[in-house]
C-alpha cells in the first residue's frame, strides 16, 4: 500500500543534479571537476531535510486540498497538481527526478488557461552531459557551444525563471509555501521545479483566451515559426527564430490584423531594414 503523509516542515529538497551529495546552498552552482577544469552547470535549491524515499504526498490548506505528487528515490517523480481554494486547478504536469518532462500546465483562479509548456528530461540530460564532456567535433546542440563561450548564458536556459518569469524574489523553502503563494499571486506563479529543458509547443495566454506567445522549443531554444503579441489588444509579431535569434522577415500587425510593418534581421539577430506598409 502506497504511503501518505503531510509535508508540514519538511523542506523541498534540491532540484535534479548530477552528483548525490546534499549541500545547503542558494542560487549557487554545483560543482563537477574535470582534470583541472571548473564546471558548473546545475542550480541548487536550499533544504534542510531531505524527501521520504517514497511515499505520495497530500497536503491541505483550511480544509481543501492544495497539491499532490508522489516521491521516489527522494525526488519528485510521477504526476503533480496543485489547486485554488475553490477547487480550480492551478497547474498539473509530470516530474522526473525533480524535473519537468512531457506537457506542464498552468491556469489562473477562474480556470482560464494561461500557459502550455513542454519539456524533456532526456533532452535536458543529453544537453547538459554534452556542456560537461563538449567535443567540437561532436557537438550537437546549440546550448552546449553557447556554455563554451558564456556559461551563465547557457545555465539561464535552463532554469525555470526562463519559462515561467516571476517578480517575485522572496525565497520559498517548502512546497506547501511555494503553492500557498502561487495560489494567492496567480498573476506571479513560480512553477515546483528549479530547472528544465523546454522542447515542444510553448503557449502563453493572456487572461481571456488570447494567445500572447505561441512557437516551439527544440533542444532549449526557440526555432522555426513564432507569434508575440504586446497585449490582449494591441500589436501582434509573427516571423522566425533559429537558436533562439531572431531571423530574416519579421511583420508586425495591429489587433485588426492589419499590416503595419515589416522588419528583416540578420543571422545575427540584428535589424538590416525595416519597411512601415502606408495603408
Known amino acids: 500500500m502506497k504511503k501518505y503523509i503531510s509535508l508540514g516542515g519538511i523542506i523541498f529538497l534540491s532540484i535534479f543534479a548530477f552528483s548525490q551529495g546534499q549541500e545547503n546552498q542558494v542560487n549557487t552552482f554545483e560543482v563537477h571537476t574535470k582534470g583541472n577544469q571548473v564546471f558548473s552547470v546545475l542550480a541548487l535549491k536550499k533544504f534542510s531535510l531531505p524527501l521520504p524515499e517514497r511515499a505520495t504526498i497530500s497536503e491541505t490548506h483550511n480544509g481543501a486540498r492544495l497539491f499532490i505528487t508522489s516521491v521516489k528515490g527522494a525526488k ?112 506571479n506563479y513560480k512553477p515546483v521545479f528549479e530547472q528544465c529543458l ?13 494567445i500572447k506567445d505561441s512557437g516551439y522549443y527544440k533542444n532549449g531554444v526557440r526555432t522555426g515559426k513564432w507569434i508575440h503579441r504586446d497585449s490582449a489588444d494591441g500589436y501582434w509579431y509573427q516571423g522566425a527564430y533559429q537558436n533562439n535569434i531572431k531571423i530574416k522577415e519579421w511583420k508586425c500587425y495591429d489587433k485588426n490584423n492589419k499590416l503595419l510593418e515589416l522588419i528583416f534581421f540578420d543571422n545575427k539577430g540584428h535589424i538590416n531594414w525595416r519597411k512601415k506598409i502606408n495603408r
Not at 126 to 140: A, G
Not at 202 to 209: K, L, R, T
Request: charged residues 20%; neutral net charge.
Open 198 to 210: 523546454q522542447d515542444g509547443l510553448y503557449m502563453n495566454f493572456f487572461p481571456g483566451g488570447v
Open 76 to 187: 519528485l517523480n510521477g504526476a503533480w497538481q496543485s489547486w485554488y481554494p475553490t477547487g480550480v486547478l492551478c497547474d498539473s504536469g509530470r516530474l522526473v527526478n525533480n524535473l519537468p518532462d512531457g506537457e506542464w500546465k498552468h491556469w489562473n483562479e477562474k480556470g482560464e488557461l494561461l500557459a502550455v509548456h513542454h519539456y524533456s528530461v532526456d533532452k535536458f540530460q543529453r544537453v547538459t552531459d554534452e556542456m560537461l564532456r563538449y567535443n567540437p567535433k561532436r557537438s550537437f546542440f546549440y546550448l552546449s557551444e553557447l556554455y563554451q563561450k558564456d556559461k551563465q548564458a547557457a545555465i539561464n536556459y535552463l532554469d525555470a525563471a526562463y519559462s515561467f518569469p516571476s517578480r517575485r524574489s522572496e525565497p520559498v523553502h517548502s512546497l506547501r509555501q511555494l503553492v500557498i503563494s502561487n495560489i494567492s499571486k496567480s498573476d
